[in-house]
């Protein structure tokens, strides 16, 4: 697994980690955009189909539009009218997603773009942040992320697919449908 991969993987379980809280779970689902079909399946996948869907090799999560638009503006140290509102887990799962792409958008800023769905400007924008600023924009201003197709439970029965095909071929069923998840957001 390339470094790309890991960081990918990573951010992966940590969703699937925070949905399966059993008390919070559905309630992150849902703040994340989730239809409420999407987030059965998700809480009913087992361990093999979490497995498949954290090493499809796409986020499970991708950016809002006020990210891009909070990049593309002058200044990003102004706090957001609800950032503070929102569950620890998700502000650290915005700090983790924002580090896991600034991270790709050095290595690879076309990739970065197809994974997060920045604009170009953003892109270049996230590659100059500093560390200290990227976690303040993490931190200030609300809700950045969201769930990648949200409301396409048959991509999600496919990212889940382990449960159903195990091994090999569920991999590739899974990684097939997270790279065609890139055209239809």
């Not at 809280?21 to 992150?28: C, L, M, Q, S």
């Not at 503006?73 to 929102?86: I, M, N, Q, R, Y």
């Not at 097939?176 to 890139?182: P, R, V, W």
Request: charged content about 25%.
């Amino acid at each position: 697994m390339d470094a790309i991969e890991e960081d990918v993987a990573y951010l992966n379980s940590e969703v699937l980690l925070i949905a399966s809280d059993p008390e919070h779970g559905e309630r992150i689902l849902r703040l994340l955009g989730a239809h409420p079909n999407v987030v059965g399946r998700i809480a009913s996948a087992g361990s093999k189909a979490v497995g498949t869907a954290i090493r499809c090799g796409v986020p499970l999560v991708t950016f809002t539009r006020k990210l891009d638009e909070l990049l593309s503006a002058p200044s990003t140290d102004v706090h957001g009218p609800h950032a503070h509102d929102l569950p620890g887990s998700i502000r650290d799962l915005t700090r983790i997603a924002l580090h896991v792409a600034h991270r790709l958008a050095l290595i690879d800023r076309t990739v970065a773009q197809l994974h997060f769905g920045f604009t170009p400007r953003a892109c270049e924008a996230l590659m100059n942040l500093s560390v200290s600023r990227l976690l303040r924009l993490g931190d200030r201003h609300g809700l950045l992320l969201r769930l990648r197709t949200p409301d396409k439970v048959q991509v999600w029965e496919r990212l889940l697919i382990g449960d159903r095909c195990t091994g090999p071929r569920g991999f590739r069923i899974s990684q097939q449908a997270a790279l065609l998840s890139l055209g239809n957001e």
